[in-house]
């Protein structure tokens, strides 16, 4: 691996030495304002060129072939290719160099693999695809004991920023009742700041994965990345998980 710009994440997690895994920032590209500069989505109206540029950067920093997806806010979890673009929100691989790959800008990025270094994946959770499950349907993936999986949760919305309404909360209670912790009554009646990070390790602790590092971020706060509460016209940076040889 080349080194990449000096702000991009490397999760700080237990992972085996070959598992390899990435998020991007805003630095390191050559898009133009609101894009600027690391676009990585080719959905956001951004100019085409930039954002090929900006991905062929990304290839030649990480050494890796991504498999992008056309993300919907679904369970749909493919086996990662990087030879065409699928619809589904998550994706898994046991290809070494295949990278599995999601597109965020306030939404949940999840990282996982197994303790083994075997097989990695990597799943897009917004607030619908957190409900729906799938997370779950990721971990389905998986042949393996649950406590032999382990999760980095990337950058998204922080709980000072993420104001949702009571429906939302009463969405996730329905499923697990003790998720009521996750949710604080916002300034505005009838609504609630979600911690989204809390939620995903509920879930996650529900189907016995409790090995879930990262967290603490912001995307609305933190200038480093791009968020659509923030400026719904942005970019998408990307979170990045693989398998070296």
């Avoid at 598992?19 to 133009?32: F, P």
């Avoid at 990304?58 to 997806?69: E, I, N, T």
């Avoid at 800008?105 to 499950?133: E, I, K, Q, S």
């Avoid at 706060?221 to 400026?231: H, K, L, M, N, V």
Wanted: glycine share 8%.
């Amino acid at each position: 691996m080349t080194h990449e710009p000096h702000d991009w994440l490397i999760p700080d997690w237990p992972a085996p030495s070959r598992v390899r895994a990435c998020t991007t920032t805003r630095s390191g590209g050559i898009s133009v304002a609101p894009f600027d500069t690391l676009n990585l989505g080719d959905h956001v109206e951004d100019d085409p060129q930039h954002v090929g540029v900006n991905r062929q950067r990304l290839v030649s920093q990480l050494g890796c072939q991504p498999a992008w997806l056309r993300q919907v806010h679904g369970i749909v979890v493919a086996q990662a290719d990087p030879e065409q673009v699928v619809e589904a929100d998550a994706s898994w691989t046991d290809r070494s160099g295949v990278a599995c790959t999601v597109m965020t800008a306030d939404c949940l990025p999840a990282l996982f693999c197994d303790r083994a270094g075997t097989r990695v994946a990597a799943a897009h959770a917004g607030w619908r695809g957190l409900a729906a499950g799938v997370l779950e349907a990721t971990l389905d993936t998986f042949e393996c004991a649950a406590e032999d999986i382990l999760v980095w949760l990337g950058p998204a919305i922080g709980p000072q920023a993420f104001e949702v309404g009571a429906e939302v909360r009463d969405v996730f209670l329905a499923q697990h009742p003790h998720a009521a912790h996750a949710f604080v009554p916002s300034a505005n009646a009838g609504r609630f700041m979600a911690d989204i990070y809390q939620l995903a390790r509920i879930r996650l602790a529900a189907r016995g994965v409790t090995a879930v590092y990262g967290g603490g971020f912001c995307t609305y706060t933190d200038p480093r990345f791009f968020s659509y509460r923030r400026a719904p016209r942005t970019g998408r940076f990307a979170s990045l998980i693989w398998l070296a040889d």
